[in-house]
């Protein structure tokens, strides 16, 4: 590639001589508009400790017209109007987004990325045929070459749609981690649990295969951009007993617990008939909410449960395209939000929503609690910038990387995407936040940068050969059709 084309945007050139002490290279992107996507907490936080720029010096403003980021190796330096940037960063390489926004990378805070080798067997029924369909198949076709494949193609797919990180649930956890390391691209995975072994253990044992986790967790501790993961599946798939231990092996370890819970009406009632509390209830009973607790869909909760996950700091991970398609409903998130419940974005697995596609599922969250949420119609729930916020800055506190990641100010990842609104489905733009959500898509997305890594250019990944992943996928999807063990 050469190092003065990218994908379209105009490479100024540099400012002078570089700082003294820099380790690394800094690199200033320009673009029309720079949404930090911060609150005010941490806007006034990072003015004081870091000296944050904006407009008048303030830092505080939702957007900053003509704005800059100033990056060097894996952080971020410096944000603010351009002209201020760039003056405090002499000696940088200078890109011009023209028409761009930039803004911090998506979070997708729930999904199960291998199953792009799975899309499109299991479409147009409910959560408790589709699973029927799934399990087994994964059971007898899954293996640590398959998965890694699939999940290149899915981070290859994510990047494109511009998203960095992902909280997966998936088997063969370090084939999944291998195929992240290789694209540049941030997975919080772990062990997953179900009552009977998974594809990826022998052991039969509950207690063999929690030991054999403890030691998984333990060679993989948290870092400054990655938590360990404990994702027992649910509380229809796991017995209390195992969820109690299950818990106190994530507590050891410091590891998020990922589930899924209250995602239909029937899973609420198989629950409650069998333990006597619907899935979110049991929870909270077994102590499993906490700061570091993701639930995935919750649907169907009652307000006692929504003031448990509000109380215990446990976070939401909202997938709206996989409920809709398998017609679990529509979860109640202008209620959560009005507790006080941090509810992050997801796609759920390819093979159920069918694509990985964060920013579709920001749009159709926006419109959906408008028409369909349980207080009735209300344009005014949902509003672009609180949607922008779900897939951004939320995403990573569900995550337990706030400060880190969703949010463009000194110190956090240089994940960053520019997305291209100088397009005729987005002009004229009178505001930002509604143009990239009711008006943008992916396509739109032109440059991603991960950790200081420039992974898309000009709309195409720079480190994966795309011709790729379509083959990889049509020949796993082969080897899937004709496993002779198939169901």
Same mark, same amino acid.
């Given at each position: 590639?050469?190092?003065?084309?990218?994908?379209?945007?105009?490479?100024?050139?540099?400012?002078?001589?570089?700082?003294?002490?820099?380790?690394?290279?800094?690199?200033?992107?320009?673009?029309?508009?720079?949404?930090?996507?911060?609150?005010?907490?941490?806007?006034?936080?990072?003015?004081?400790?870091?000296?944050?720029?904006?407009?008048?010096?303030?830092?505080?403003?939702?957007?900053?017209?003509?704005?800059?980021?100033?990056?060097?190796?894996?952080?971020?330096?410096?944000?603010?109007?351009?002209?201020? @940037?760039?003056?405090?960063?002499?000696?940088? +390489?200078?890109?011009?987004?023209?028409?761009?926004?930039?803004?911090?990378?998506?979070?997708?805070?729930?999904?199960?990325?291998?199953?792009?080798?799975?899309?499109?067997?299991?479409?147009?029924?409910?959560?408790?045929?589709?699973?029927?369909?799934?399990?087994?198949?994964?059971?007898?076709?899954?293996?640590?070459?398959?998965?890694?494949?699939?999940?290149?193609?899915?981070? =290859?797919?994510?990047?494109?749609?511009?998203?960095?990180?992902?909280?997966?649930?998936?088997?063969?956890?370090?084939?999944?981690?291998?195929?992240?390391?290789?694209?540049?691209?941030? @997975?919080?995975?772990?062990? =997953?649990?179900?009552?009977?072994?998974?594809?990826?253990?022998?052991?039969?044992?509950?207690?063999?295969?929690?030991?054999?986790?403890?030691?998984?967790?333990?060679?993989?501790?948290?870092?400054?951009?990655?938590?360990?993961?404990?994702?027992?599946?649910?509380?229809?798939?796991?017995?209390?007993?195992?969820?109690?231990?299950?818990?106190?092996?994530? +507590?050891?370890?410091?590891?998020?617990?990922?589930?899924?819970?209250?995602?239909?009406?029937?899973?609420?009632?198989?629950?409650?008939?069998?333990?006597?509390?619907?899935?979110?209830?049991?929870?909270?009973?077994?102590?499993?909410?906490?700061?570091?607790?993701?639930?995935?869909?919750?649907?169907?909760?009652?307000?006692?449960?929504?003031?448990?996950?509000?109380?215990?700091?446990?976070?939401?991970?909202?997938?709206?395209?996989?409920?809709?398609?398998?017609?679990?409903?529509?979860?109640?998130?202008?209620?959560?939000?009005?507790?006080?419940?941090?509810?992050?974005?997801?796609?759920?697995?390819?093979?159920?929503?069918?694509?990985?596609?964060?920013?579709?599922?920001?749009?159709?969250?926006?419109?959906?609690?408008?028409?369909?949420?349980?207080?009735?119609?209300?344009?005014?729930?949902?509003?672009?910038?609180?949607?922008?916020?779900?897939?951004?800055?939320?995403?990573?506190?569900?995550?337990?990387?706030?400060? +880190?990641?969703?949010?463009?100010?000194?110190?956090?990842?240089?994940?960053?995407?520019?997305?291209?609104?100088?397009?005729?489905?987005?002009?004229?733009?009178?505001?930002?936040?509604?143009?990239?959500?009711?008006?943008?898509?992916?396509?739109?997305?032109?440059?991603?940068?991960?950790?200081?890594?420039?992974?898309?250019?000009?709309?195409?990944?720079?480190?994966?050969?795309?011709?790729?992943?379509?083959?990889?996928?049509?020949?796993?999807?082969?080897?899937?059709?004709?496993?002779?063990?198939?169901?």
């Amino acid at each position: 590639m050469n190092p003065t084309q990218l994908g379209g945007a105009a490479v100024e050139g540099t400012a002078g001589e570089p700082r003294s002490g820099s380790d690394a290279p800094r690199t200033v992107l320009r673009a029309e508009w720079v949404l930090p996507m911060m609150d005010q907490a941490m806007t006034d936080q990072a003015v004081t400790d870091q000296g944050m720029r904006g407009p008048g010096g303030s830092g505080a403003e939702p957007v900053i017209h003509d704005g800059a980021v100033c990056f060097a190796g894996d952080s971020i330096l410096e944000v603010g109007p351009a002209q201020e @940037v760039l003056a405090g960063s002499p000696g940088a +390489r200078v890109t011009h987004l023209r028409g761009h926004a930039l803004l911090p990378a998506f979070v997708n805070a729930h999904t199960h990325l291998p199953m792009t080798m799975f899309r499109g067997v299991a479409d147009d029924r409910g959560l408790e045929e589709f699973l029927a369909t799934l399990l087994p198949l994964e059971g007898r076709s899954l293996d640590e070459r398959r998965v890694g494949l699939a999940s290149w193609c899915a981070m =290859v797919e994510s990047h494109r749609a511009g998203v960095n990180t992902a909280l997966d649930m998936y088997f063969f956890s370090d084939a999944v981690l291998a195929a992240a390391d290789r694209l540049g691209f941030r @997975v919080l995975t772990g062990p =997953v649990f179900l009552d009977d072994p998974g594809p990826d253990s022998d052991a039969a044992a509950f207690e063999r295969r929690l030991a054999a986790s403890a030691e998984w967790l333990a060679r993989h501790p948290d870092s400054p951009d990655r938590l360990p993961v404990v994702a027992p599946h649910s509380t229809y798939l796991v017995s209390p007993s195992s969820l109690g231990a299950i818990g106190e092996l994530a +507590r050891d370890a410091g590891a998020l617990l990922h589930i899924h819970a209250s995602e239909t009406q029937a899973e609420v009632r198989e629950v409650t008939d069998r333990h006597g509390l619907s899935p979110v209830a049991l929870l909270d009973d077994l102590g499993l909410l906490g700061p570091r607790t993701v639930v995935a869909h919750a649907v169907h909760l009652d307000r006692g449960e929504i003031e448990a996950l509000a109380r215990s700091g446990a976070s939401v991970a909202h997938c709206p395209a996989s409920n809709l398609k398998l017609g679990s409903g529509v979860a109640p998130v202008a209620e959560l939000l009005e507790a006080g419940v941090e509810v992050a974005l997801g796609t759920d697995g390819p093979a159920s929503s069918n694509d990985l596609d964060v920013m579709g599922a920001m749009r159709l969250a926006s419109l959906l609690h408008k028409s369909a949420g349980a207080r009735g119609t209300d344009p005014t729930v949902l509003p672009a910038r609180a949607a922008l916020e779900m897939v951004t800055r939320n995403g990573a506190r569900a995550l337990g990387l706030g400060g +880190r990641l969703g949010v463009l100010a000194p110190g956090a990842s240089a994940d960053m995407i520019a997305v291209d609104l100088d397009q005729p489905h987005t002009q004229p733009v009178h505001d930002v936040f509604s143009a990239l959500v009711y008006s943008a898509g992916r396509g739109d997305i032109t440059e991603v940068w991960s950790s200081g890594h420039h992974v898309v250019s000009g709309g195409r990944h720079t480190v994966a050969d795309e011709s790729e992943v379509g083959a990889v996928l049509r020949s796993l999807g082969a080897e899937i059709l004709t496993d002779p063990t198939r169901p």
